[in-house]
Nanobody, 127 residues
Framework: VQLQASGGGSVQPGGSLRLSCAFS????????IGWFRQAPGKAREGVSV?????????RYADSVKGRFTMSKDNTRRTVYLQMNDLKPEDTAVYYC????????????????????WGQGTLVTVSS
């Protein structure tokens, strides 16, 4: 299993970025995949996840609902995170993570339950 995130950068508040995560070694039919972020001095937190086909759904952290959209392209084996109306508190290193199977809803955004990780990509929101 391999994951590779890209697309981070520096933007002003209110700006947009799109992150990409190319994956290999599994299919989204069998794995859940998500975006997580870690700000300096803080724990890694879930941003958005797509669960697998057995009840596939997309979930978002409350802090990003209405601003971030996660999508997938099975042909390109890539998932995306479109981030709009970015705020300084969105500043973090963003990671994509994956795990086999589907977690119960209460655990789907919990980073410790994911065991495959890509390298992070830094997003900085500052004026």
């Amino acid at each position: 299993v391999q994951l590779q995130a890209s697309g981070g950068g520096s933007v002003q508040p209110g700006g947009s970025l799109r992150l990409s995560c190319a994956f290999s070694g599994f299919t989204l039919d069998d794995y859940s995949i998500g975006w997580f972020r870690q700000a300096p001095g803080k724990a890694r937190e879930g941003v958005s996840v797509i669960t697998n086909r057995r009840g596939e759904s997309t979930r978002y952290a409350d802090s990003v609902k209405g601003r971030f959209t996660m999508s997938k392209d099975n042909t390109r084996r890539t998932v995306y995170l479109q981030m709009n109306d970015l705020k300084p508190e969105d500043t973090a290193v963003y990671y994509c993570g994956a795990r086999a199977g589907r977690l119960v809803m209460s655990a789907q955004l919990a980073a410790p339950h994911y065991n495959y990780w890509g390298q992070g990509t830094l997003v900085t929101v500052s004026s």
